[in-house]
């Protein structure tokens, strides 16, 4: 099983930047891909980013491609997210996710590939 803990979420102005951190315990993620969610009020969980198991492809939803970049340390068992130009539609929870299989090639955009799953961190955007 992983464990996957997020932090680093919080109260921005628009225009300004987070990083998020996902923090995974119980096994490595280094054979994983890794991916960020986010869910608003109202709306359903949508594919923010992900990152291949070795780091070496990236993929980003539209919306905040060039302002977002995701990354990871697999010696620490972690995984990013910064966030620049802060937008208030940015405004939701996020959430770490580590996909079910091992070494794939192709990055899952969609919630139904990823097996495991942090509790999320609150992201507010004021404008």
């Known amino acids: 099983q992983v464990q996957l803990v997020e932090s680093g979420g919080g109260l921005v102005q628009a225009g300004g930047s987070l990083r998020l951190s996902c923090a995974a315990s119980?096994?490595?993620?280094?054979?994983?891909?890794m991916a960020w969610f986010r869910q608003a009020p109202g709306k359903e969980r949508e594919f923010v980013a992900a990152?291949?198991?070795?780091?070496?492809?990236?993929t980003y939803a539209d919306s905040v491609k060039g302002r977002f970049t995701i990354s990871r340390d697999n010696d620490k068992n972690t995984v990013y997210l910064q966030m620049n130009s802060l937008k208030s539609e940015d405004t939701a929870v996020y959430y770490c996710?580590?996909?079910?299989?091992?070494?794939?090639?192709?990055?899952?955009?969609?919630?139904?590939?990823?097996?495991?799953w942090g509790q999320g961190t609150q992201v507010t955007v004021s404008s």
């Open positions: 996710a580590a996909e079910r299989r091992l070494f794939t090639r192709v990055l899952a955009t969609t919630s139904l590939e990823y097996g495991y």
């Open positions: 119980g096994r490595t993620i280094d054979t994983k891909t």
């Open positions: 990152i291949a198991w070795n780091g070496d492809s990236t």
